[in-house]
């Protein structure tokens, strides 16, 4: 007999609890923000919302699935299942937060904030909970492409929006930089690190390098298979170059990087503290990842 489905609620600890947690009590907290010119009301009101959203998509799952409820912070401790419908309750970073420990469940975005989030990832009203998750089997899904990163060690690690690729806490990273294919041309940079990014991230970080560039390259739409990837702040020196400092990843392409520091990290979507650790002379692989985001549209 198969299980039932099991929906995952994917949540994070909202402002107002962590400020209650930091201070101890509502009051302390309120205190500290009107010392800094805030209210507290404006906080408690969002925190407020989250809370009644979860519970209103929570009460719309059917009688006979099975339930689980997994906040941002234990998401690399959480076993996923491969018959799971995931829904992400609150913004569309926490939608990129949960992508990279699936493996092709359907992912449904709940907006908690309506109007506060772009609502790119984040699709859906509380409401529309009770008519979506019966039907979510057979809803139509996007396909959005990811970008993952692969050591010389096995480490892996895969992204919907973008990898950064340097020096913990963003200072110079040293390394040989090269593309797969291109006649084993590579070049030493010195910089603060490398960005490979979607069209999913063509939204956030990479859209904003990509401005500062100039904008040759054309963004990707989240569902083509290509990426674009940036060098930050490269520096020219007598050993370092800044010939290859941005392009275009085709489906097949791979961008490599040998490590010449000590350490460099490799981590996606901006969990820094999921990260590859990678030491003097390691190579790694970044290119498009052979699994997708299945959002329900």
């Not at 962590?18 to 925190?47: C, K, M, N, P, Y």
């Not at 291109?182 to 010195?190: H, K, L, N, T, Y």
């Amino acid at each position: 007999m198969s299980l039932a489905p099991r929906v995952v609620l994917v949540h994070r600890t909202t402002e107002y609890e962590e400020l209650v947690a930091h201070h101890g009590t509502h009051g302390q907290a309120a205190f500290f923000l009107s010392s800094r010119g805030r209210d507290i009301a404006e906080v408690a009101e969002r925190h407020r919302r989250t809370r009644r959203a979860l519970a209103e998509v929570t009460a719309a799952v059917p009688l006979t699935w099975r339930q689980a409820q997994v906040e941002r912070g234990d998401l690399d401790r959480f076993l996923f299942a491969p018959e799971d419908v995931v829904v992400v309750v609150g913004q569309d970073g926490l939608v990129a937060n949960v992508a990279k420990y699936l493996a092709g469940q359907p992912v449904v975005g709940i907006d908690t904030d309506p109007g506060r989030n772009p609502g790119v990832l984040v699709r859906h009203r509380p409401a529309d909970a009770a008519a979506l998750l019966p039907a979510v089997r057979t809803s139509a899904v996007d396909e959005l492409t990811m970008v993952e990163a692969v050591a010389d060690d096995t480490q892996r690690i895969v992204a919907l929006n973008e990898i950064y690729l340097g020096a913990a806490g963003h200072q110079t990273a040293r390394y040989r930089l090269g593309l797969e294919g291109d006649g084993g041309v590579v070049e030493a940079q010195a910089s603060s690190g490398v960005l490979v990014g979607t069209g999913t991230g063509a939204t956030g970080w990479i859209r904003s390098v990509w401005q500062e560039r100039g904008a040759a390259l054309s963004l990707p739409r989240p569902t083509d298979d290509r990426l674009l990837w940036f060098v930050r702040e490269a520096w020219p020196s007598p050993a370092t170059g800044t010939s290859l400092v941005a392009g275009e990843l085709a489906a097949s392409a791979r961008l490599t990087l040998t490590v010449e520091s000590e350490r460099l990290i490799a981590f996606g979507d901006g969990m820094e503290q999921d990260a590859l650790q990678l030491t003097w002379g390691q190579s790694v692989r970044v290119g498009t990842a052979g699994t997708s985001l299945r959002l329900v549209g």
